[in-house]
């Protein structure tokens, strides 16, 4: 019982401190975008949707339009943490590819890269693996519910060491900002105690790689059209590149309730204030006042107000995407670029940790 006390308050501590860094952050992107290096990526499973949108998306585009530098990684290695590599893949990627340059993700200002194809970024998992110790991955919570949803009784050697991959995806670029969710902090985590122990023992008098932080989105979360987490497998998630149709029907088999009178109160009405949000979030509109100008129209007034405000506000990302994923030449040149550009980073910084580790002969 005071054990499990205990774990809930350093969780909940650490997530105090990594808003107070997050806010810092914000001051410093502004003051000075040219200090920062952002890395971000997604496993490449599946169409990304409206709450990856919301949730990262824009606020990518956002800091890649302030000049802060970005690194976007197609975590492709990440998939085989918790099943095997499938054929469709390279299919998959291309998909994740067109969804990036739709939302407004460029290449030009943007490296975006596999890190399967980086092969000195892979090699730095050896030092980073001495630098941790058993216990350590094993207390990793995020770890522990992905094999639990995956529904294995063990995990992969891939699954329980990933998050030290992780690590080599962010230090490789020496990036400094991490933008991500709740569920990566102890990643994010794992990421700074392997950065300190390096410099500790490697580098001690000039620091080798920065400390990343955590850039915690401050977007309300969206759930899926059943109330649930918004996730592909589970069949409640807008898809970015979904046809308005599609759109329609999920939306008008989203989980409602009883009462005539749509009001957002996420608390005790999470279902109809969730389909509030997304019209708001689409719409740009404060929910409160949305969900009054609905007010008596009930499920089906919402429903409509909804399909019409995510059809309106992605119809120009759509057209795009339609014709990205047209161009298959074209995605596999902007991967093939991005790719490249990493392979010298990762070059440059194995160069350095062997020489550090005295392992360059
Ligand atoms: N684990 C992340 C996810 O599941 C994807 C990811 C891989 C990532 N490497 C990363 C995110 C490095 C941030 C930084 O969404």
């Known amino acids: 019982m005071s054990q499990t006390l205990s774990v809930d308050r350093s969780a909940e501590l650490s997530l105090a401190d990594a808003r107070r860094r997050s806010q810092q952050l914000e001051a410093g992107f502004l003051a000075d975008p040219g200090g920062y290096r952002v890395l971000t990526g997604d496993r490449p499973t599946g169409p990304l949707h409206l709450g990856h949108l919301f949730g990262t998306l824009h606020n990518r585009v956002r800091l890649q339009d302030l ?3 970005t690194m976007v990684l197609v975590a492709d290695y990440q998939t085989i943490t918790d099943r095997d590599s499938p054929a469709s893949l390279p299919r998959d990627v291309e998909e994740l590819l067109a969804d990036y340059l739709a ?11 596999a890190h399967s194809q980086v092969p000195a970024l892979n090699q730095l998992m050896m030092p980073f693996l001495s630098l941790v110790s058993v216990p350590e991955l094993a207390r990793n919570p995020t770890v522990k519910e992905e094999q639990a949803a995956a529904g294995l009784s063990t995990a992969s050697g891939l699954l329980f060491t990933y998050p030290v991959h992780q690590a080599a995806d962010i230090l490789f670029c020496h990036g400094n900002v991490v933008p991500v969710g709740k569920d990566q902090l102890p ?12 410099n500790q023992r490697y580098s001690p008098d000039t620091p080798y790689f920065p400390e990343p932080a955590a850039l915690l989105s401050d977007a309300p979360v969206l759930l899926g059209t059943d109330g649930q987490k918004m996730s592909k497998s589970r069949g409640n998630a807008i898809a970015i590149g979904a046809s308005e149709d599609e759109t329609a029907r999920l939306i008008k088999a989203a989980r409602t309730d009883a009462i005539r009178q749509i009001t957002y109160d996420p608390r005790a009405r999470p279902a109809v204030s969730n389909l509030v949000l997304l019209a708001a979030l689409c719409l740009e509109r404060e929910p409160h006042d949305l969900a009054a100008e609905i007010g008596g129209g009930g499920a089906a007034g919402l429903k409509q107000t909804a399909t019409e405000a995510v059809n309106e506000r992605l119809r120009p990302i759509r057209a795009r995407r339609s014709a990205l994923i047209e161009d298959r030449g074209y995605l596999r040149e902007v991967l093939r670029t991005g790719t490249a550009v990493a392979n010298e980073m990762a070059a440059g910084t194995l160069a350095d940790v062997q020489r550090l580790m005295h392992t360059a002969y």
């Open 187 to 198: 990643h994010v985590e794992i990421t700074r105690v392997i950065a300190r122990r390096f």
């Open 67 to 69: 000049g802060v530098e």
């Open 103 to 113: 939302v407004g993700i460029d290449p030009a200002r943007s490296t975006i890269f």
